[in-house]
T-cell receptor
């Protein structure tokens, strides 16, 4: 069965430093997508970055990059040059299959990592 | 453009009452999803719409929960005879189609007394 595991309930990082948030996943489907979302205290889920299972290169979006290691089934999020506004809960999520049509396109979420950026 | 909107933002109700939660997806998005976020269960999928049909409603926890979508746009999640364990944040998301990134609304915080 598909599962997402985030083993770090909470993390601290100094402002301007880089931080890695861990995510491992389990699926038997060769096609899947991996997502990271940020949830600040306001509650809204903000999409950060996406990695497809067939993508050859690691995804990057500004200060966010995804360290995708397919053989290890890990999809860690790297935030470079942390800012105070990065303090939030971060969720890793997976969608099995390529999506579309009548396929189930639901996201399975991990339990999240609470990141605190210290000045 | 406008993002996903949800109403009400907060809802307090008494046990046994019915509630309706509304979601307005991003214009042009054909896929719509409902999730629930609670302290004990984390983030759980409830139902997925493609257009007005629901290919996957496997996450609805009981027959007290139902959802519909009309005109390929607005969706309503209805909870009948609410129970205290229904207290949670109900999140709606939409995507251009089922294969694209899901964008979330601000959620409805439901408290059942």
């Amino acid at each position: 069965a598909q599962k997402i595991t985030q083993t770090q309930p909470g993390m601290f990082v100094q402002e301007k430093e880089a931080v890695t948030l861990d995510c491992t996943y389990d699926t038997s489907d060769p096609s899947y997508g991996l997502f990271w979302y940020k949830q600040p205290s306001s509650g809204e889920m903000i999409f950060l970055i996406y990695q497809g299972s067939y993508d050859q290169q690691n995804a990057t979006e500004g200060r966010y990059s995804l360290n995708f290691q397919k053989a290890r089934k890990s999809a860690n999020l790297v935030i470079s040059a942390s800012q105070l506004g990065d303090s939030a809960m971060y969720f890793c999520a997976m969608r099995e299959g390529l999506g579309g049509g009548g396929a189930t396109n639901k996201l399975i979420f991990g339990t999240g990592t609470l990141l605190a950026v210290q000045p | 453009g406008a993002g996903v909107s949800q109403s009400p933002s907060n809802k307090v109700t008494e046990k046994g009452k019915d509630v309706e939660l509304r979601c307005d997806p991003i214009s042009g998005h054909t896929a719509l999803y409902w999730y629930r976020q609670s302290l004990g269960q984390g983030l759980e999928f409830l139902i997925y719409f493609q257009g007005n049909s629901a290919p996957d409603k496997s996450g609805l926890p009981s027959d007290r929960f139902s959802a519909e979508r009309t005109g390929g746009s607005v969706s309503t999640l209805t909870i009948q005879r609410t129970q205290q364990e229904d207290s949670a944040v109900y999140l709606c998301a939409s995507s251009l189609d089922g294969s694209e990134t899901q964008y979330f609304g601000p959620g409805t915080r439901l408290l059942v007394l």
